[in-house]
């Protein structure tokens, strides 16, 4: 069975590169979390966990994504616009 998180924040870091711009995600339920970008990655591959945001009362799907050198990273699945769903969300506290 899988477990199902909203991710409301993020903590990035200076870095552009897709793969190493998202430190960690995190969110308000369960009294508040927050794991690296590489927990999350293990959780949704393995099954144990997803991820979304919500943007505009539509719930968009976390997934993983590698760019053309085989880096892993998070991103959101496609929903009609050419941003990132995750990279608009707060900063973490």
Known sequence: MTNTAQITCIS???RS???ERIRSVGGTSGGGWKISQN???K???SGEWSFYVSVDGQDIPVVVARNRFG?????????GTNRNSL???PECP
């Open 12 to 14: 990035q870091s200076d």
């Open 17 to 19: 590169s897709m793969w």
């Open 39 to 41: 927990d999350a990655i």
């Open 43 to 45: 959780h949704i591959e």
């Open 71 to 79: 880096n892993k990273y998070i991103t959101t699945e496609a929903d």
């Open 87 to 89: 990279l608009n969300l």
